[in-house]
């Protein structure tokens, strides 16, 4: 155990890690990261299979965000957007505006994803109450929903084991059917049918209780955090068209979606959405600093507008909201983005990640995999014809995420799904080299469970 494991396991408490096993394996210590790799302090390099967690777009050690962040150093690292103005997060929220669907007109900046979606329901809940509404004070959100970590977000969130500790501190919501259609258990025979039924259940809810409804919160074309659960095709523009029916405002959490995640630069693009709000982080900074980012039509940002004796302000934000190098990074992303034509170039990566989707649906213990874009899940089944899933306790997925680092790959797994997310930066060979490592790491530890020999893996890394 080198120095920093040392420390590490000494003084660190780990984001959704049971520390019991954590301190009880080995663990890699990372050094630097070059491109789409990770070095760690042994000299052995890794691919990042999951983007450093679903943040990393454009590569590590990029050397355009690179320069854009030393240059910001070189004149002010933070001043505050309490009274001030910086340059580089005005430049930055004109681009936002500028590539965001047509309407969202307003940046309201705050850290990190959590924090975009606490702005974004406490803004929700405020407009109504100056639109002189204040009984619209309801929320709708959608079974295995993930909208962050703090008390707001986690009270639109949905997903069991994060979420069900905390139900006596939550607000309560209007729960949605999730829109899965692998996952429903409806007996719907296509997903068209499933399309149906999902709407016309928001619309008859909407017809009774929009006079009470606030806002409706999805994640669109994927749910993310639930294990890349997929939507059907045309849910999102449904959603719309029955939240601007009946006058709710709809927010739209992009923090794992936005920025070409989908293979477009925002989700809501595939449908034409139009949200009344839009909540942004992860890969805002290409992956480099942190940023958070609620965007919002005029009419929303017009209803906070009055004289200071009427008590219309926001109040609401954060020590370094707005911070000038996460903006720097932030502009030079958007700029590799148009240079490297990142976007235009994605099509041939995604049919690489197409091809493994199909090969691995053919494995025996893989129920269900999936892609939307630059994404994939992969769905351990134990029977997949009969979806009876593997014991949790086996933490069969855990072990094939620790089995891919030894062929060189970092991935991660959310329960019995195995993430797959690499920066857009990777380019095809990369990608098939990447899924090359994990086909060899599953084929390895199904062989293992076809002949009987492996029943436990004592996985740090296992939600
Ligand atoms: C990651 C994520 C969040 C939370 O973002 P943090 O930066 O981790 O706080 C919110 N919503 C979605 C959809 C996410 O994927």
């Not at 909407?206 to 409804?213: F, G, I, S």
């Amino acid at each position: 155990m080198n120095k920093w494991e040392e420390l590490d396991k000494k003084y660190i408490w780990h984001p959704f890690t049971q520390m019991k096993g954590w301190v009880e394996n080995p663990q890699l210590v990372i050094e630097r990261g070059d491109g789409v790799k990770l070095y760690d302090t042994e000299g052995r390099s890794y691919y990042d299979g999951i983007s450093s967690l679903w943040v990393n777009i454009h590569g590590h050690h990029r050397k355009e965000i690179d320069d854009a962040v030393k240059a910001q150093l070189d004149k002010i690292a933070h001043s505050t957007l309490l009274g001030l103005i910086n340059q580089p997060s005005a430049e930055f929220a004109e681009k936002l505006v500028e590539i965001t669907p047509e309407g969202l007109n307003k940046v309201f900046y705050s850290d990190d994803g959590s924090t975009a979606v606490e702005a974004a329901v406490k803004i929700a809940f405020q407009y109504w109450q100056f639109k002189g509404k204040p009984e619209k004070q309801q929320f709708i959100n959608l079974g295995d929903s993930y909208h962050g970590d703090t008390v707001g977000a986690v009270s639109v969130g949905n997903i069991d084991v994060f979420h069900k500790v905390y139900k006596p501190l939550l607000f309560a919501t209007k729960k949605m059917t999730c829109p899965s259609f692998y996952h429903s258990n409806l007996g719907f025979k296509t997903e068209q049918e499933f399309l149906d039924y999902l709407l016309k259940e928001l619309d008859e809810y909407l017809a009774e209780n929009a006079d009470k409804v606030a806002a409706m919160i999805i994640e669109p074309l994927v749910q993310a955090a639930a294990g890349m659960l997929m939507q059907p095709k045309g849910y999102i523009k449904g959603v719309r068209e029955l939240t601007k029916k009946y006058g709710v405002l709809l927010i739209v959490d992009e923090v794992a979606t936005g920025f070409g995640r989908t293979g477009k630069l925002f989700a809501c693009e595939h449908e034409g959405v139009l949200p009344d709000m839009m909540c942004m982080s992860k890969g805002i900074t290409g992956g480099y600093l942190p940023l958070g980012a609620t965007m919002v039509t005029d009419e929303i940002y017009n209803a906070f507008l009055g004289e200071p004796e009427e008590y219309k302000t926001f109040y609401h934000g954060h020590s370094y909201t707005g911070n000038p190098l996460a903006c720097a990074a932030g502009l030079a992303g958007l700029e590799i983005f148009a240079k490297d034509k990142v976007i235009e170039n994605l099509p041939p990566k995604m049919a690489v990640i197409e091809k493994y989707m199909e090969r691995f649906s053919q494995m025996q213990f893989v129920g269900n995999a999936r892609q939307c874009g630059m994404l994939a899940g992969i769905e351990l089944m134990y029977d997949k014809e009969k979806k009876v899933p593997f014991k949790p306790e086996l933490l069969i997925a855990g072990g094939i995420c620790q089995t891919a680092r030894k062929y060189g790959l970092i991935v991660r797994n959310i329960g019995d799904v195995i993430i797959f997310m690499p920066p857009l930066a990777s380019t095809a060979q990369q990608i098939e080299e990447m899924l090359g490592m994990l086909e060899q790491a599953m084929q390895e530890v199904f062989a293992e469970i076809a002949a009987g020999s492996k029943t436990d893996f004592s996985d740090p890394c296992a939600f």
